[in-house]
């Protein structure tokens, strides 16, 4: 592999470098540079379906994980199959270690409403965290034109969180760009964008809404915290 990146001033040519870049060169670079210490963080939304069909064309060895909270739509769960089956990639399926009746009863039957941060924090975060241990970089489907707390998303940082290489070589693409994509290579895709639903996570707390207006409703709340602090980190 290339020697990886060590400070500010690599950060700085490399964001230089990539940010016109089209997502397929910056995953070429990406594979090239980080290889199996490399890792595609995804919830099936359309933007990491063009993710991992763009890198399976690079390399047959996709490192890929999810975050399953245990509250995903049943489509979900069947997309992450057929996307598996289509690509001929397996999935590692990230699972929180407190089960729902554990924290039920530590925290109150509906966390997710009473605090959906601290959910967030207990379904995902924690979870994540742990699970990327052993990784260099991660590759996640972060764009600009979602919110606009996403409007500046660098192509790469560098993410002190995770203490690893940051990448979204999708950042200045469109939804439109993708679905143009999805249907160009005939990629699955959730079913539930049939009906309405645009940004998709547990079923607790998505609803049918244009951009991310469907997650989180009725709360102030517009990430789940993965890529934004939220609430002070546990082990």
Same mark, same amino acid.
């Given at each position: 592999?290339? +020697?990886? &990146?060590?400070? #500010?001033?690599?950060?700085?040519?490399?964001? +230089?470098?990539?940010?016109?870049?089209?997502? !397929?060169?910056?995953?070429?670079?990406?594979?090239?540079?980080?290889?199996?210490?490399?890792? *595609?963080?995804?919830?099936? !939304?359309?933007?990491?379906?063009?993710?991992?069909?763009?890198?399976? @064309?690079? #390399?047959?060895? *996709? !490192?890929?994980?999810?975050?399953?909270?245990?509250?995903?739509?049943? @489509?979900?769960?069947?997309? &992450?199959?057929?996307?598996?089956?289509?690509?001929?990639?397996?999935?590692?399926?990230?699972?929180?270690?407190?089960?729902?009746?554990?924290? +039920?009863?530590?925290?109150?039957?509906?966390?997710?409403? #009473?605090?959906?941060?601290?959910?967030?924090?207990?379904?995902?975060?924690?979870?994540?965290?742990?699970?990327?241990?052993?990784?260099?970089?991660?590759?996640?489907?972060?764009?600009?034109?979602?919110?606009?707390?996403?409007?500046? #998303?660098?192509? &790469?940082?560098?993410?002190?969180?995770?203490?690893?290489?940051?990448?979204?070589?999708?950042?200045?693409?469109?939804?439109?760009?993708?679905?143009?994509?999805?249907? +160009?290579?005939?990629?699955?895709?959730?079913?539930?964008?049939?009906?309405?639903?645009?940004?998709?996570?547990?079923?607790?707390?998505?609803?049918?809404?244009?951009?991310? @207006?469907?997650?989180?409703?009725?709360?102030?709340?517009? @990430?789940?915290?993965?890529?934004? !602090?939220? &609430?002070?980190?546990?082990?």
């Amino acid at each position: 592999m290339i +020697a990886q &990146i060590s400070n #500010t001033d690599d950060i700085s040519y490399w964001q +230089a470098q990539l940010d016109d870049a089209s997502p !397929q060169k910056i995953l070429q670079w990406a594979h090239d540079r980080y290889g199996d210490e490399l890792v *595609v963080v995804t919830s099936f !939304q359309i933007t990491g379906i063009v993710t991992l069909h763009m890198l399976r @064309e690079i #390399t047959d060895n *996709v !490192q890929v994980m999810t975050l399953d909270t245990g509250l995903l739509f049943p @489509e979900t769960y069947q997309l &992450i199959e057929d996307v598996e089956e289509k690509l001929d990639i397996s999935v590692q399926r990230i699972k929180p270690e407190i089960s729902l009746p554990d924290q +039920a009863r530590q925290h109150g039957s509906l966390l997710w409403e #009473t605090n959906p941060d601290a959910c967030c924090n207990l379904r995902k975060t924690v979870p994540l965290r742990k699970a990327m241990r052993g990784y260099s970089a991660w590759i996640t489907g972060l764009r600009r034109d979602q919110s606009p707390m996403r409007v500046n #998303t660098p192509v &790469i940082d560098w993410d002190e969180r995770y203490n690893m290489i940051k990448l979204c070589p999708f950042a200045t693409w469109t939804e439109d760009m993708l679905w143009t994509y999805i249907e +160009a290579h005939e990629l699955p895709y959730n079913t539930l964008h049939n009906r309405g639903y645009t940004s998709i996570g547990c079923y607790t707390c998505t609803m049918a809404g244009k951009g991310r @207006e469907g997650r989180w409703q009725n709360s102030s709340k517009t @990430e789940c915290g993965l890529h934004f !602090q939220l &609430i002070k980190a546990t082990s």
